[in-house]
């Protein structure tokens, strides 16, 4: 219930709203193969189809993990959700970029860090690098944008809280569920701080997701879908 999404996975599982191949990167791609198709453009940056078909796969993999048979009705679903979030990623980047922040390298090194230690080694970290097709320098390069985007929307939805009494809904709910598989659930001031964290969380996620409907709705005459 209170298991922690890492970043490796919101940085290469591409299938996270802010999970997307970057635009640059999208620019160097199209350097090399000028020919190569789009699905999108958003304010004339390509959506290209390799990032769109490497991020429905990512999608399909998360289903087929969770054991969800994906039928032709989620699949189309799917194949909409996930270039609308490739879209979403898109505007909120050149949005962040125009805002101008500023990343120190530390901070990224320390991101770095942060997710190397999620490996059991050195080796089991470069392998995940080789899998993922991506270079330490690229993996840093995406990790700065991400701390961008991060700083970006923080700043844009403001700060979270939440009361007492939502955070006694969260717990309700988890109570019920511990309950009904005979289990014996925590007391509420004993789970009281993980909960509190999870509600601003889901709040967040929220007011993120509200943010990011409007930006899509002001820039709706700059999106190309092709």
């Given at each position: ?38 699905v999108a ?177 002001k820039n ?7």
């Amino acid at each position: 219930m209170f298991k922690r999404i890492s970043a490796w996975f919101i940085i290469l599982g591409l299938a996270a709203i802010l999970g997307a191949c970057s635009s640059n990167e999208a620019s160097d791609k199209n350097k090399e193969a000028k020919s190569e198709e789009a699905v999108a453009t958003v304010n004339g940056k390509e959506i290209l189809k390799s990032d769109y078909e490497n991020s429905l796969k990512s999608a399909k993999a998360t289903y087929e993990k969770q054991g969800i048979e994906v039928d032709s009705k989620t699949e189309k679903e799917m194949e909409t959700g996930v270039l609308d979030q490739l879209i979403n990623t898109e505007l909120v980047r050149q949005s962040a970029e125009a805002e101008d922040i500023s990343i120190k390298q530390s901070q990224v090194n320390s991101e770095l860090a942060n997710i190397k230690s999620q490996f059991e080694d050195d080796a089991k970290y470069k392998e995940a690098l080789k899998q993922n097709k991506v270079t330490e320098e690229e993996l840093k390069k995406q990790v700065k944008q991400q701390m961008v985007i991060t700083e970006y929307l923080e700043g844009a939805i403001g700060k979270v809280t939440v009361t007492e009494d939502e955070v006694k809904v969260i717990y309700d709910q988890y109570k019920a569920q511990t309950e009904s598989q005979d289990q014996k659930a925590e007391k509420f001031e004993t789970v009281k701080p993980q909960l509190e964290q999870q509600a601003i969380a889901q709040k967040k996620n929220e007011k993120v997701n509200k943010f990011v409907e409007d930006l899509r709705k002001k820039n709706e005459e700059n999106i190309k879908i092709l």
